[in-house]
């Protein structure tokens, strides 16, 4: 029975949640694996940061493949083969992980940009772009939290630790698969219509379009939100992938359940950081990422006396300075690169836009745990954590010097359509220094 008008955006959040869930198991269920394989870290690290390699395509193809197929045949599409990931998953060697992590990203990146067009527009005309916005955001922060938590429970206290959490996430994606059947399809017809008869929208000579990487292209990008990049899922990737394992020795018998719980945790935080985010966002400099990266910072050299003192308390606690910073870099990078897109994105493009190709520069952060694990030989994680603190005042310095400059002044962008409201965004309005939702 299709789900009622009023609720019929559920299921598509549901699939974002999914997806979300997919991506993040592997955080405990690296632990496992570190337990009961004789794998190494190193080869545990790039097991993790091979989903870069599949979400990156996912996220730039993602909106393409939305306008072209549809939402519906897209998410749908995309399910199916994160639940086919995880039954690869489930099997105990490294060739099938390596290829499970590789088409999860992808999976992940398909529905994170195809299923938020998809619940934005099941939302209905009635419901502000802020409140879908958030729907989406909650979504996606809550699969994240949850495939962590569940993944590390599930491993902890029932049999099949490295199979049932990888199983466990399939059957959630058959049932969302079985709850989106009744959704109907959101792509607009009308554009391909007028582009197939070559109608108004096909028709040359009609001005020069906004390009939709436009934002991209811009100095301040490149000076003020490029630099900050990496620390979005550098600073989340460092709390739950890279401290838990060094205090698992406090923990035994523990580790898969404090590592799905630390990963919650920072998720959490993030989520709930977003909108200080917003509140934070100045258009004539660059406050709300600044914060945002002394934040990582600081919490960065807590990870680093955590590690020093092999202590559980300053993990958790340097989580949840870590997830506020995640959760403020992110918010800070979409609110600058909103302002920097001057014009919706050209109906007639079928490319990735600036906020797909943003989510791809942050998703540069996935390596951290494989930069870090190949050079623990060489230095200590408290070390080599500072020294990542270090980093990260040198690119501080440079968006500080950029703060207050080639600002895109006068200039009012249009609320930005499907893509370019990212699947963790809480900017969905002309840009402000404090939107009304965050008030």
Known sequence: ??????????????????????????????????????????????????????????????G????????????????????????????????????????????????????????????????????????????TGTGFAAGALASGVLAEWLPGPTVLPALAHALGCLLVLRAT?????????????????????????????????????????????LPASPAVLGAATVAYVVLPPLVADRVPGYAPLFSGLVAALTLATGV?????AARLDDA???????????TVIAGLLLGAVAAARDSVGLVVAAAVVLGTGYGLTLGAGLHEVERLTRHAPDPRASGPTSASLYQSTTSSGFLTPLL??????????PALLAGMAAVGLLCLAVTAAHSRRHLPAGEHPEPPTREDASVQSVASTPPRSRPPWAE
Do not use: C, I
């Not at 999914?18 to 955080?27: I, S």
């Not at 219509?193 to 934002?215: L, N, V």
């Open 1 to 62: 029975m299709p789900p009622s008008r009023t609720a019929r955006w559920l299921p598509a959040a549901a699939a974002v949640a999914v997806a979300a869930w997919g991506a993040n198991q592997f955080t405990a269920l690296a632990t496992v694996y570190r337990a009961r394989t004789d794998w190494s870290a190193l080869s545990l690290a790039a097991m993790f940061s091979v989903y870069l390699v599949g979400l990156v395509p996912g996220l730039l193809l993602g």
């Open 64 to 139: 393409p493949a939305a306008d072209r197929y549809g939402r519906r045949r897209t998410v749908r599409g995309a399910l199916g083969l994160s639940a086919a990931a995880s039954v690869v998953l489930a099997l105990p060697d490294e060739p099938s992980v390596y290829a499970a992590r590789l088409a999860t990203g992808f999976a992940a990146g398909l529905v994170f940009l195809a299923g938020t067009a998809w619940l934005r527009e099941l939302s209905g005309p009635a419901v502000p772009p802020e409140r879908a916005a958030r729907r989406a955001m909650y979504a």
């Open 181 to 225: 059947r009744g959704l109907p399809e959101t792509k607009p017809e009308a554009r391909a219509g007028a582009r197939a008869a070559g109608g108004p929208e096909s028709a040359p000579g009609r001005g020069t379009p906004p390009h939709r990487t436009a934002a991209v292209r811009h100095p301040r990008f490149r000076y003020v939100v």
């Open 272 to 276: 709930v950081a977003q909108p200080f």
């Open 284 to 294: 004539d400099s660059a406050r709300a990422t600044l914060t945002a990266m002394a």
């Open 372 to 381: 870090l694990a190949g050079t623990a030989g060489h230095a200590s994680y």
